[in-house]
């Protein structure tokens, strides 16, 4: 299996403004990283949309419903220091795939969020991110029969049962990258889109995908988590930001 050897992404402490967002060239992505419990101080939650807010109100649990007002609020305050822009007056829209987009903006992000912590990546060019937990309740055998191809099924299969979750969460994180990047969603079988190997997780690999070469990269953010972003620029040059995590 790959060596859990991530040369860690530096993430500086810092609030978005427009002295760093302006900075944002075309060849570069901007990862933000954030928990709710040390950064929801800052964020203002009346920001939100109307749907946004009833969409929270249909959640179910306090925590579920607590975290995803979190992340649109810290989605809608970053683009807006990005975009010089009233975060309130953002308007998304969401393409064929699923994919959600700035509505008259030429700006592309991604965020994914998962136990109280959230993940977000913005470019000039289209980029996707994914979180997951190492926490979670995870089927492994069945998370890694939807979502493995046949060599990576193989090298799964030969791994330690007690690295198995860590290594099926970090193929995933990048599957899952790259289908927001792309667009497609889950509308496309992960299975179909196996990672190279030995994968070093220090890595950036390139990954076919309707003749785009794509640049897909793991994020260090300790043991416990597995993340990772995808480029369409393959030579993108990546940044990290905390807003205290």
């Not at 076919?208 to 393959?234: F, K, P």
Request: net charge positive; proline share 4%.
């Amino acid at each position: 299996m790959p060596r859990d050897d991530t040369a860690a992404l530096r993430f500086s402490v810092a609030r978005p403004s427009a002295a760093l967002t302006e900075r944002l060239m075309r060849g570069e992505v901007h990862v933000w990283r954030a928990r709710s419990d040390e950064a929801g101080s800052y964020l203002k939650r009346d920001c939100l949309s109307l749907s946004e807010r009833e969409r929270a109100a249909r959640l179910k649990y306090g925590a579920h419903r607590e975290l995803f007002v979190f992340a649109r609020a810290m989605l809608r305050v970053v683009l807006g220091e990005y975009l010089n822009a009233d975060p309130a007056r953002l308007v998304f829209d969401v393409e064929p795939g699923g994919k959600p987009v700035l509505f008259g903006r030429d700006l592309e992000f991604s965020v994914s969020h998962a136990s109280g912590a959230v993940l977000m990546a913005v470019a000039r060019k289209r980029v996707g991110c994914d979180l997951e937990s190492l926490g979670r309740k995870l089927d492994i055998d069945a998370l890694a029969a939807a979502s493995l191809g046949e060599r990576e099924r193989d090298v799964f299969e030969q791994t330690p049962k007690r690295a198995q979750a860590r290594l099926l969460l970090q193929l995933w994180t990048r599957k899952e990258a790259l289908l927001k990047a792309h667009g497609a969603g889950l509308r496309r079988d992960p299975r179909e889109l196996e990672m190279p190997w030995p994968a070093r997780l220090a890595a950036r690999d390139e990954c076919m995908s309707d003749g785009v070469r794509w640049a897909v990269e793991d994020i260090a953010l300790g043991a416990g988590w597995r993340a990772a972003v995808a480029m369409e620029d393959r030579c993108a040059k990546v940044h990290g930001f905390c807003l205290g995590w």
